[in-house]
């Protein structure tokens, strides 16, 4: 026991001499000198003295300590420098921006040109293009351009300067088509000219022709077989402006294109392509219908087509060019009024050229369109025009006179035309005519009975 206690003793001693060593190495610490995890001191940095050369540094603090506060200065500065940044991304986006879209045009207009270049669009229908003495590369392409040969005139210049080609056109007359290449279209300008050894024909169609009177004609005359020009004639999609303007729905037409061939004298080749004679037809019609003449269509609100085909009645039912305006303003007065006659023309030409025309060249019985031309069973004008109408009839209802009537009766005889406002008015008008019939009838008698 007495071991034991001296043990425990010498124990004590230790611990209390082993805490007093403790407490005077905390009280001996400098706390300015840092140490590292081992309780080892770690050596400072050696300081430069301070002078008035010497710039101010401030400590950058160690983990735990307070981070000083920044002063109003830099953050102005800072958000100038992201406001800066912002402009500079916004004017990037802007550039990247150009860029694509002028890539997009470029692209576009490359495949364009590249396409016209290749005649990847066009028909294979061939037309005559007619090059003057004397006429420049870009007169030549204006007029392939103008005629919807080629759609991009410049690029055939610049093509056929580096194909060397500007002096070797021709002048005359050629067959080409918007489906030929520019290769193509310049080979053949250079070469293949209808030569003076092709004999030319004059067809003269007079205006009230149909276009079987015209098909007949022209294989008279050895230019071309006539159901072939009537297909070509009535299929139509030249690439002229005033197709444009002509119905999709031409269900109940006999002739699609019946009314556009435009009454006058043509020069011809014997033995023609279709397509070539009709091209020549068509580009006349187009050059016949000016820009007034659209403007004042759309002052009346109508059609073109419907202004053909009421032309057409026009020109079959005037005896002359003077009775024109004052037989057009009839059936204007007659369409503005539908009421008051039922809203038909009441003209004689159309039932003829049922009977005559259609019955006797359409192979199939159509009741249905028999009655849509017959101005006596439908109502308004009729389904299309009924022969080919000159410019006096197409500026007659265009620009009819002003009047009052809604009949006439005409003397096929004197030629001479009765107008009457009210149907008593045109039966005294018919008996008058009739009448003069009667009295020559018997005048004549007379004058035998007298022999």
Not at 219 to 242: M, S
Not at 324 to 339: C, D, G, Q, T, Y
Not at 416 to 433: C, G, K, M, P, S
Request: glycine share 6%; hydrophobic share 35%.
């Amino acid at each position: 026991m007495a071991q034991r206690s001296e043990k425990d003793r010498s124990y004590q001693e230790l611990l209390r001499s082993v805490s007093e060593q403790a407490d005077n190495s905390t009280e001996e610490k400098d706390p300015s000198v840092e140490v590292d995890i081992h309780g080892d001191p770690v050596e400072p940095e050696p300081v430069a003295p301070h002078t008035e050369d010497t710039p101010h540094r401030r400590r950058t603090p160690q983990n735990g300590g307070n981070a000083p506060q920044r002063s109003h200065a830099g953050g102005k500065k800072k958000k100038k420098r992201r406001k800066h940044r912002s402009a500079r991304v916004f004017g990037v986006l802007i550039m990247l921006t150009l860029i694509f879209v002028i890539s997009i045009s470029l692209s576009v207009l490359i495949i364009d040109v590249g396409k016209d270049m290749l005649g990847l669009e066009g028909t294979e229908t061939l037309v005559v293009f007619n090059i003057p003495e004397g006429a420049t590369t870009a007169e030549i392409a204006e007029s392939l351009g103008e005629m919807g040969i080629i759609k991009r005139p410049k690029a055939f210049m610049y093509f056929s300067r580096l194909s060397k080609a500007d002096a070797g056109y021709i002048a005359g007359d050629h067959e080409v088509s918007s489906a030929m290449a520019y290769e193509e279209i310049i080979n053949e300008l250079s070469g293949n000219a209808i030569t003076e050894d092709q004999v030319a024909v004059d067809v003269m169609f007079p205006e009230g022709c149909t276009l079987i009177d015209a098909a007949k004609k022209l294989e008279e005359a050895n230019v071309c077989d006539a159901q072939r020009f009537l297909y070509y004639f009535n299929t139509g999609n030249l690439g002229y402006d005033f197709e444009k303007y002509l119905p999709q729905n031409t269900g109940l037409k006999f002739y699609r294109m019946e009314g556009y061939l435009f009454p006058d004298t043509y020069t011809f080749y014997e033995d023609m392509e279709p397509s070539a004679v009709c091209q020549k037809i068509y580009v006349n019609f187009d050059t016949k219908i000016t820009d007034e003449m659209y403007d004042r269509m759309e002052e009346l609100d109508v059609t073109l087509d419907e202004v053909i085909t009421l032309a057409s009645v026009v020109q079959c039912e005037a005896a002359d060019a003077e009775e024109m305006p004052k037989i057009a303003s009839v059936f204007w007065n007659r369409l503005e009024h539908p009421a008051e006659f039922g809203g038909k023309l009441q003209s004689n030409p159309t039932t003829n050229y049922v009977d005559n025309v259609i019955k006797k060249n359409d192979t199939l019985h159509n009741d249905q369109m028999y009655e849509a031309y017959d101005t006596y069973k439908c109502k308004g004008l009729p389904a299309g025009a009924i022969c080919n109408p000159g410019l006096d009839a197409i500026n007659a209802v265009l620009y009819p006179e002003e009047t009052g009537y809604y009949y006439f009766y005409a003397d096929i005889d004197t030629k001479r035309t009765y107008f009457a406002r009210t149907l008593d008015e045109h039966n005294d008008n018919i008996a008058r005519v009739n009448g003069e019939y009667v009295e020559e009838d018997d005048e004549e008698n007379a004058e035998g009975d007298a022999e």
